[in-house]
């Protein structure tokens, strides 16, 4: 506790140094530590956030959707950049940073196929929310400050705490761990996408026949009525992709346990805490999908919620 004390302090100082204008802001970029210009760069989308929340479209809840990728990636390009100026840029984070940047540029492309970054769009999830809190507005007001402007950026930049830790090791030799660890994680982000790739092959499939009346080649016409999709990974997940999106962040914190030769360290909050918010929003989601679709009950009782487990799969009628 006094160290941590001790680092609070000392950053402190150094930002009140820079605001009082005693050392120039590339001086305060250099000496501090990087989370702290990465809390910094995070407050700003916080703020933005806020005030995305409250101007246009009453309570309009989009932005932090619309930025979630893209904040994951400031905060490595930060950790990265700081190393390099320091003249002790880190290996693994350039190893990372590729990878990081192809992820955050699919959830950026999915959100967009789903018309996400068009005037007007609204994840459906949200009307629930609102629906939820009785479109109070005080409880909306409270809402858009403490979930969606503080809470969830904070996640955010909290899954990448690891990063301090691969940082900290900078141009230290690379070991067979570190191949190995950036092996799983490029496999997990191959994993993601192969399920959100499902996923969307499914939902124009759907929406195709809703139109046309056509059954699209490798569906039948019982999967696209039943309105969810049940294939793929999808039949031994009821969410393999978010369950991918853990693993992920898990990877990436093991590895930074790895480095640093400790199994447990500060940095585990980060994935603690996007694991929790994961398992309650893959179940708020499905409190929909159950009043959306008939089948899907039948469908919880098959498949796993989130961890593929032996024997729960999802067997398709043999007659329609």
């Not at 820079?18 to 916080?46: A, D, K, V």
């Not at 967009?112 to 999830?125: L, P, T, V």
């Not at 400050?145 to 940082?167: A, D, G, H």
């Amino acid at each position: 506790m006094a160290i941590l004390n001790h680092f609070v302090f000392s950053e402190w100082e150094l930002v009140k140094s820079c605001l009082s204008r005693t050392i120039t802001f590339n001086e305060f970029y250099l000496t501090s530590h990087p989370f702290t210009s990465t809390l910094l760069i995070t407050s700003g989308f916080m703020v933005t956030t806020f005030i995305s929340c409250h101007t246009g479209k009453k309570n309009d809840f989009t932005l932090v959707d619309k930025l979630w990728p893209m904040l994951s990636l400031s905060c490595t390009l930060n950790y990265t950049l700081h190393g390099y100026l320091n003249g002790n840029v880190s290996y693994r984070l350039l190893l990372i940073l590729p990878f990081q940047t192809f992820w955050a540029y699919h959830l950026a492309e999915l959100f967009a196929r789903r018309g996400g970054y068009c005037s007007g769009f609204e994840d459906h999830r949200w009307a629930k929310v609102k629906a939820h809190l009785n479109h109070d507005q005080i409880k909306l007001f409270f809402f858009s400050i403490f979930f969606v402007s503080v809470y969830q950026p904070l996640m955010l930049i909290n899954n990448t705490m690891p990063e301090c830790i691969l940082w900290e090791a900078g141009s230290s030799s690379l070991k067979f761990g570190d191949y190995a660890f950036l092996a799983l994680y490029v496999s997990l982000i191959g994993f993601e996408y192969l399920c959100d790739e499902y996923q969307q092959d499914y939902q124009v499939a759907k929406a195709s026949y809703k139109r046309t009346r056509e059954i699209t080649s490798g569906y039948t016409k019982l999967q696209l009525e039943r309105g969810f999709c049940t294939v793929g990974p999808f039949a031994y997940s009821r969410h393999p992709a978010f369950f991918a999106e853990q693993l992920i962040w898990v990877s990436l914190y093991l590895w930074g346990a790895y480095v640093g030769g400790t199994l447990i360290n500060w940095s585990l909050i980060g994935p603690l805490v996007f694991v929790a918010f994961v398992v309650n929003s893959s179940g708020f989601t499905e409190s929909i999908s159950i009043e959306r679709y008939p089948a899907y009950k039948q469908y919880k009782m098959q498949v796993g919620f989130l961890v593929p487990f032996p024997g729960k799969k999802w067997v398709e009628p043999k007659a329609e």
